[in-house]
């Protein structure tokens, strides 16, 4: 199979499954004389022979506790789903936050074909079906393990519950902090 076969079968462009071969990604042979590429053999997309990351997120340190739980049901969901476990990855940061670095290596790093998360807002509060659609260009995948119905009232109030509570932590997560300078300051004026 050429190349570029490969490549309208994975719904990419040329230059990217050109990429993934110069990368080491997938196999491929190139005719010294005519410079085509060619697939080594006609690949099946496989679940079990791709890089998998496991990708487990919670909001805060106090419950940073529940990072290993959520881990562990990953690795069980991927176990019966025959997934072959490359990365796990655990961060504490908010949802809302779009500069997350352990994250932002994973969606950029191409080896891993499948990203696993418990929940959608498990990776992001907003803009899931975009990461998941860039993704999709890429031929890779995002599998959410707790997938819900897709009732498009039920997600826009819980978008809606989701920014006002995310906006109301961070309000809350300040004068918290706020309150903390304080004492600490009233601490240092007694001495």
Same mark, same amino acid.
């Not at 196999?27 to 990351?53: G, H």
């Not at 997600?155 to 961070?170: A, E, G, Q």
């Not at 997560?173 to 600490?184: D, P």
């Given at each position: 199979?050429?190349?570029?076969?490969?490549?309208?079968?994975?719904?990419?462009?040329?230059?990217?499954?050109?990429?993934?071969?110069?990368? *080491?990604?997938?196999?491929?042979?190139?005719?010294?004389?005519?410079?085509?590429?060619?697939? /080594?053999? &006609?690949? /099946?997309?496989?679940?079990?022979?791709?890089?998998?990351?496991?990708?487990?997120?919670?909001?805060?340190? $106090?419950?940073? /506790?529940?990072? $290993?739980?959520?881990?562990?049901?990953?690795?069980?969901?991927?176990?019966? /789903?025959?997934?072959?476990?490359?990365?796990?990855?655990?961060?504490?940061?908010? *949802?809302?936050?779009?500069?997350?670095?352990?994250?932002?290596?994973?969606?950029?790093?191409?080896?891993?074909?499948?990203?696993?998360?418990?929940?959608?807002?498990?990776?992001?509060?907003? *803009?899931?079906?975009?990461?998941?659609?860039?993704?999709?260009?890429? *031929?890779? $995948?995002?599998?959410?393990?707790?997938?819900?119905? &897709?009732?498009? &009232?039920? &997600?826009?109030?819980?978008?809606?519950?989701?920014?006002?509570?995310?906006?109301?932590?961070?309000?809350?997560?300040?004068?918290?902090?706020?309150?903390?300078?304080?004492?600490?300051?009233?601490?240092?004026?007694? $001495?």
């Amino acid at each position: 199979m050429k190349l570029s076969q490969y490549a309208k079968m994975k719904g990419v462009v040329y230059r990217t499954a050109w990429n993934w071969w110069r990368a *080491g990604i997938i196999e491929c042979d190139q005719d010294p004389i005519t410079k085509s590429i060619f697939m /080594k053999t &006609d690949i /099946k997309y496989n679940k079990q022979k791709e890089r998998v990351a496991l990708y487990a997120r919670v909001s805060s340190y $106090e419950k940073k /506790k529940d990072l $290993e739980g959520q881990l562990e049901r990953l690795r069980q969901f991927s176990c019966m /789903k025959g997934y072959t476990i490359s990365k796990e990855i655990k961060e504490v940061a908010s *949802g809302m936050n779009d500069n997350r670095d352990k994250l932002n290596k994973i969606l950029t790093d191409p080896s891993y074909a499948t990203i696993v998360v418990e929940n959608k807002d498990r990776l992001t509060r907003f *803009g899931f079906n975009y990461i998941k659609n860039l993704l999709e260009m890429q *031929g890779r $995948e995002i599998v959410v393990m707790n997938e819900t119905d &897709d009732n498009k &009232d039920r &997600d826009l109030m819980h978008d809606l519950t989701s920014v006002i509570t995310s906006f109301c932590c961070r309000l809350y997560g300040l004068r918290r902090g706020q309150n903390k300078a304080n004492k600490l300051k009233q601490e240092l004026v007694k $001495e």
